[in-house]
């Protein structure tokens, strides 16, 4: 009898023991709550000079938060300024040239094409009157008192006579008209194109100072003072600290259980009791073999989707690459949504 007691003993306790086991090796499912497995991707960002001059001021450093358009470097701009001081000096040049054609002729150039019209009178007058006499003392002697060559340039001298007062008379005729349409137009082309100059010029200067496009925090300083800077050469890279994203993977078992939108807390392995609130921002269409660098309890050749959920990291607790666990609860996705459908309706109407 005692030894019928002890084999039962005994049989028992292996029941248990392998219950036990069983439990250990295969855990009871919550199925109310999703729990993934992912890292922290967070956003970079390398900036570089547009211009390439030498570099003047590298203002932070490694580690530094930066806001949203502060100046992280600046450029020698020396010549840059010298020259549109003489861009700005050729425009205002332009300008009056400009000024001037608009204005027209003043009234005491009117003045002096009009003296001239009147010099150029008396003068074809006198010339007239000059070939007159030759021409009446030639008739009356009958050629013998005056050569034929005094003839020939007494009228020569009256016809130049002639030609400088229709001269005169043209010339006063365009001060009093004032300048054509077309020279306008021109002055006004050379100014615009000094104006152009003299902002694209401004517009360098500007971009000689390098700013942070958004919140961020510097990840790697990359340039000093004196160095030559290019477009191809990244001054500083800059992770951004808003948005921060928790990339993980859910198998196609649980993929129907989840959606856009859905509140997620993510934790770290530093601070496990702490949570990070975050929303589900992208579920992908296209599955994919598990990631080496994600650790699950699935087997790692199991097909899955990657999800990313954004969270909101004030604190930056968050850093790139960090083991994430995400934990999501499935009973708000089994929760009704007429509320939501109804008023999405209502706004659609």
């Not at 007159?132 to 008739?139: K, N, P, V």
């Not at 993929?255 to 579920?283: K, Q, W």
């Amino acid at each position: 009898m005692t030894k019928k007691i002890a084999v039962l003993a005994l049989l028992l306790a292996l029941l248990a023991a392998a219950v036990l086991g069983w439990r250990r090796l295969h855990p009871p499912v919550d199925t109310r709550q999703l729990t993934l497995y992912g890292n922290v991707d967070i956003r970079q960002v390398s900036l570089a000079f547009e211009g390439s001059d030498r570099v003047a001021q590298m203002r932070v450093e490694e580690g530094e938060h930066v806001q949203a358009g502060q100046v992280l470097a600046v450029l020698d701009t020396r010549t840059a300024t010298l020259r549109l001081a003489q861009a700005e000096a050729q425009a205002a040049v332009l300008e009056q040239a400009l000024r001037a054609l608009r204005s027209g002729s003043r009234p005491e150039e009117i003045g002096q094409a009009a003296a001239q019209v009147a010099g150029a009178q008396a003068e074809a007058q006198r010339a007239r009157l000059q070939l007159e006499r030759l021409e009446g003392a030639a008739a009356g002697t009958d050629g013998r008192g005056v050569s034929p060559q005094d003839l020939d340039n007494a009228r020569a001298q009256a016809r130049v006579a002639l030609s400088r007062l229709e001269a005169a008379r043209q010339a006063e005729r365009l001060a009093r008209l004032g300048p054509r349409r077309e020279d306008v137009a021109r002055a006004e082309a050379q100014l615009r194109a000094a104006q152009a100059e003299a902002a694209l010029l401004r517009h360098q200067i500007a971009l000689a100072e390098l700013k942070a496009p958004q919140a961020a925090v510097v990840r790697a300083r990359l340039l000093e003072p004196g160095d030559m800077a290019s477009p191809q050469r990244p001054a500083y890279t800059l992770a951004l600290t808003d948005p921060k994203w928790v990339r993980a993977y859910v198998s196609e078992p649980q993929l129907g259980r989840i959606r856009p939108g859905m509140a997620a807390g993510v934790s770290t392995d530093a601070a496990p009791s702490e949570t990070i609130p975050g929303r589900i921002g992208f579920i992908s269409s296209v599955a994919e073999f598990t990631p080496k660098s994600v650790q699950t309890e699935a087997l790692r050749t199991e097909l899955v989707y990657e999800i990313r959920v954004r969270v909101d990291d004030p604190q930056d607790r968050l850093r790139l690459g960090m083991p994430a666990t995400v934990r999501i609860d499935l009973g708000a996705a089994d929760a009704p949504a007429a509320p939501a459908a109804s008023a999405a309706s209502a706004a659609s109407r």
